[in-house]
């Protein structure tokens, strides 16, 4: 084959690959067809071929240019995928997860259900010790009391292991929570009742100790994030359980794992919360005074408003804005 013979064959495969480069850098988000991808790939494989041949035959510098230029081409558009997969992943947590959070009705239920029970709980056990007692047991309001009566501040290694170990609890309890959920839902609406009873009643009790203003700065600022990952947890077991229960028309099977798909995103925001709090109670936990107690009441302070503005602020709009999506 004469150069002139294999560039006239080759190149309509040349011009196709070019004007694909074109469609593909021009679609929204990099976003093209299954078939267009597959040809892309032929035709990047085939141009690559061509120009180790155009090499090897010493055939024109500008035709060697133009093949460099084509292959470079397509390998930046081949390897542009991180930056698709970065609006993918952007787009999860700035409007999948909000929206989700927001609009469903079992996420609702379970976070109201944890607070006003926590609160109640907590009320009760601050006017009555013997309520305290009753709930939890006498040893236990004596061990909390004990625990809580002396705060130390931490070493740079506790503060690190503290992280793992909290960390560990907190994620043992929403995933508890959420598993629990299989029960048909009832699980996970008694494991957020028994844990929202158990710590109302705990630090309710520990308040009207003198242990009560160390629990409140160690517990400042991890808490609204800690407990509205249980809610969350619980709304993400009672979405899957009542699937089995009320399955909309859809085999019991088909319910289960649609749901949980959809749950995916609303149990991710709750491990997400779970492992910031995690940190924070490790190394801001055990201060007691100074810069540290502040930075405390800041960033329990900084946690209410981020809660507000990205789960009920951030979840309305996402919620509008797909519905009218959906409408069109």
Known sequence: MTPAQFIQKRQPGWKELEALIDQMES???RSVPAAMQLRFGQL?????TDL????????????????????????????????????????????TIPRLVFSDVNVRICTALFYVTFLLCGVLAFNSREFAAD????????????????????????????????????VSIDL????????????????VVFNAVHLGTVIGFLMTTPAGPNITRW??????????????????GLRIGYSLISAGGRSRLRALREEARAA???IAAAALLTLIAGFIEAFLGPAKDGIGLVLKYV????????????????????????????LR
């Open 27 to 29: 679609a929204p988000d």
């Open 176 to 191: 508890m929570t959420f598993g629990m959920g299989i029960l048909g839902g009832i699980g996970s609406i008694f494991a």
């Open 219 to 236: 517990v400042i600022a991890h808490a609204p994030f800690e407990l509205t990952a249980i809610g969350i947890s619980a709304g993400a």
């Open 44 to 48: 990047y494989r085939s141009a690559c």
């Open 135 to 170: 709930v939890v047991g006498e040893s236990v309001l004596e061990s909390y009391e004990q625990m809580h009566a002396d705060m130390e501040e931490a070493e740079l290694g506790d503060m690190i292991a503290g992280t793992g170990f909290y960390i560990l609890n907190n």
């Open 299 to 326: 960033v329990g302070a900084l946690s209410v408003v981020f809660l507000i503005l990205y789960f009920l602020v951030l979840g309305f709009i996402q919620t509008r804005r797909y519905r009218r999506g959906v």
């Open 264 to 266: 995916i995103p609303i």
């Open 52 to 95: 180790s041949l155009s090499q090897a035959w010493r055939l024109p510098r500008e035709l060697q240019l133009y093949l460099e230029g084509l292959v470079s081409r397509s390998h930046s558009n081949l390897y542009s995928q991180p930056r698709k997969r970065w609006n993918e992943v952007k787009q999860f947590f700035v409007e």
